[in-house]
Structure formats: C-alpha cells, structure tokens
C-alpha cells in the first residue's frame, strides 16, 4: 500500500482552484489542497487547462522503443528491485556488442528508434566499456537510431567509480556520441525514500548535481518519478517541487515521465496502485510542474490504462518492446502496437511518431 492514503477527495472543492490550470504556478500547500480535495473531474479539467498551454488538445505523440539492459549484475541492492544479481551470483549476465546490435535491429525492424541503456551497477564495467560502446552504436547506427544513454543513478555510480567528477564524466559521454542521458533511476527523490530503499544507490544531492553537469555538458535530460512504494504525500510533493526547481534553474528538462511500482519478485513487496491514483498523480503533476513542456504516461507500466492519462494531462508516451526490469517486476509488454494505438484514437487523439530532439549544443 502506498502511503498516500484515498484518493477520495474528502469534500468537493468546488470553484476554488479554477486559476491552477491557466498558468497560475501553484504552491506546495495548494497540490496538497488539490490533491486531497479536488474531485477526479475538476483535476482532469484543470490538467487539460495546463496542458493545453502547451499542446493541442486532440494531439498526441508517441515513440516506440526498446530498453536495453545490458547487465543485471548490480551492487545497490535496491529493495523494490526484482532484476539484479550479485557480483558472483549465479544468472548474472553482460550482454556483448553482438547482442545489442541484434536488440537494436530488432527495434528498427519494428519502426522503433529510441533505445534507452539501463542496468545494475556492474562492479566490473568501468565508464570506457559505455563510451566505447555508445560511440559504437553511434558509429553503426548514426542517426537513424536515438539513445538514452544512461540514467543519472548509473552516470553517478560510473563518476565515482572512475574518480572523475560529474563535469569530466560528462565530458566523456558526450564525446563518445551521447545526446542524452535521463533522469531515470530516481523513484522519489528524497533522502528519507533513498535511505530507506536504495540506501547505496546516490543522495538526492548527488542526483541533481550530476543531472546539472549533464545539461552543463550540452546533453538533454528528462525527469521520472516512480510512484505506488511506501511513498507519502509530502514525500511526493517534495519530489514534485524539486522537480520543478531544478527546471527553473536550468530548463534542462525535456520531459517529465511517471510510472508505477511494479511489486511483484521484490525483497519490499507490497500492492499495485489504482489506475484511477495514477491519472490523478499525472494531472497534479502536469498542474504542478508549470514549467515542463512534456508529460508522459506509461505504457510499460499501466498498459492500456495508460492512454487514459492523456485525459489527466499527459501528452505524450512510449511504446516499448522490452525492458527486462519492470518485466522482473510484473510488467507485461503488449507487442501488437498498432492494437495498442486504437486505444487513444478511440479516447479522440491524433497519435502521431515523433524522434527524439538531438540537443542543440551537440548539434553546433
Ligand atoms: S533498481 Fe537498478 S540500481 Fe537498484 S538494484 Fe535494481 S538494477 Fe541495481
């Protein structure tokens, strides 16, 4: 059970929050306001006011893509993961560059083009194994295929590893051919939440500092945000409002993409949240996050309940073909896509594909 309780409103809020959709930044005090007492429709219609400052109400867009998890062997033994093995442990793997060129041609063969890199924090993988294998896929693949490179958690763990800091690091992801590295692997950034789950993984201080040294170094990120653990309310918010203060200061932020804890496997357990909390948390979170242009929902974890989002403020979402992780976990991935586009056509969307932006900076 998550720690955020109902998500009953305890009264209707009536007129009370008509300005949050219209580009009126609203407090911490008021998402809680909201979030506690606005009804499912007044945050849907407030959602869509926000969105709607950004993107034409009956347009969405979509991406299909392919994470690639080259290694299970990872030593932060977060508790809410079902994939890593020990270093040793039997069922350990690393995936040659044979085995990520056949993942890659496997997504091109299925009209995909984004791949995203994730994996454990492999003790015997130093940062030259990525960028020699990063500026082989640029090589191979030029521009016919995007990547995400790494999330933040993994760029962090190979800073330190090599002992350079976040700046020279990022230095040498850019150089190898990277464009972008996500804000993946932050689940809810708070130390409490680190502490209490992922207590090896990085500080929240550490994250934002490196995900500055990556927009520094001209590469593009995005936020992420995994609900549904033993979050709270205020755990939530505070997240959101880092969020929102690190867009503020540095406009690094493409994107914004929450998903759900998927329990099944994991040493923490637990049950999945509604899809009904998950809209709500999507359309506090497009209201909230004022300065962010794209909201995206999760297909990998809330399947065809996804699309739904889209109403709450969501813009935009994927369509993977793999990712070993969340499939751990109790994820389950529908491979009929064109299937799966009839679902938001049948709520009123034009879909349509879109590339992933190659940043400006890399670009001159
Ligand atoms: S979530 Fe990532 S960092 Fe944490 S144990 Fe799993 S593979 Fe390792």
Redesign the pocket.
Known sequence: MTGVGSTEPARSAGAGFAGAGAGNRISLDEARELWLNADDEELRSLAQAARARFHEPDRATYMVMRIINYT?V?V???D??A??VLPNQEGGYVLSREDVFAKIDGLLEVGGDLVAFN???NPKLPLEFYCDLFAAVRERYGERVEFYALTI?EFVYLADRAGLSHAEAAARLRDAGVHWVTGG?SEILTEDFRKRH?KF?YTVREYFEAQRAIVEAGMRTTATMVIGFDETLEERLEHLQRTRDFQDETGGLFSFLCWTYKPYGTAFGGREISPQEYWRHIALSRIFLDNVAHVRTSVLTQNEEAFRALDYGADDFDLPIEDE?TQKAGATIELDLEGLLEIPRRLGYRVEYRRAERPAAVIA
Do not use: D, I, R, S
Request: charged residues 5%.
């Open positions: 299970n990872c932060a033994q977060c809410y993961c994939f890593y994996g454990g924090f958690a692997g992922a993984k992780v």
